[in-house]
């Protein structure tokens, strides 16, 4: 991990396409000193209308759209952005686009992604067995607290992992389940996701400090 020694401080770029309740989540953490030696760089957005943009805005960090879709070359672009920004850590945090194993190399071990779903230590594999011993399905890509609940399962849960070419299938940083209620519909069982992700991404960047610090 590179940090500069005048600064000990672990540079975050964090990506985002939407609300950007975790990107909140972890400027909570670091504006409350609940994440120590954290910084953010760089908030980057997929999308114009993106909330998160705003929250960045509001406190003063450095943010920027990148017009994905239209954009020949996002990835160089995004690159770049990151490097100039001296980025040591790239949090996707709700970021809609796939980044290309060429993009990912430049960047080994130093992305990371939220998945709205309980995915396996090694990131591989079909099924995962909850903490009462049931096997269920690996939810993977868009969709994933629908594929939940359409699969009928009673628990799920989100999923912090180093980013791989393979969508949603890296190794694990932690993760945590969520019970599904009765009477759940997508939007209330993400809402009730999000309120453990908010810890997660906080848990897994604290994390990524500390064995930053003591490697
Ligand atoms: C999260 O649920 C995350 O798991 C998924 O996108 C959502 C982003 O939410 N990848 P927000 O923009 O941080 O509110």
């Given amino acids: 991990m590179a940090t500069n020694p005048d600064n000990p401080c672990l540079r975050l770029a964090i990506l985002i396409s939407g609300s950007g309740s975790n990107l909140q989540a972890l400027i909570d953490a670091i504006e409350s000193n609940s994440l120590p030696n954290v ?10 209308d993106a909330y998160g943009l705003q929250r960045a805005l509001r406190h003063k960090l450095p943010a920027i759209y990148l017009p994905w879709k239209q954009l020949a070359g996002g990835e160089i672009k995004l690159a770049t952005l990151l490097h100039l920004f001296q980025a040591d850590l790239i949090v996707l945090a709700g970021w809609m ?18 998945h709205p779903a309980l995915l396996p230590d090694d990131g591989t594999g079909e099924t995962f067995v909850t903490s009462d011993g049931t096997s269920i399905p690996v939810f993977r890509g868009l969709h994933a607290v629908q594929q939940a609940l359409d699969a009928a399962v009673k628990v799920t849960g989100s999923t912090v992992h180093y980013v791989t070419p393979a969508v949603d299938a890296g190794p694990v940083i932690c993760r945590e ?24 991404i906080v848990e897994a960047v604290r994390a990524i400090v500390k064995s930053a610090w003591h490697t």
């Fill in 97 to 114: 686009h796939i980044l290309s194993a060429s993009f990912l190399d430049q960047f080994p071990q130093r992305v990371i992604n939220l």
């Fill in 39 to 48: 910084e953010i760089a760089l908030v980057v957005s997929s999308r114009p």
């Fill in 177 to 200: 389940e969520v019970a599904i209620e009765q009477g759940d519909n997508e939007e209330s069982l993400h809402q009730r996701l999000k309120t453990v992700e908010h810890r997660l």
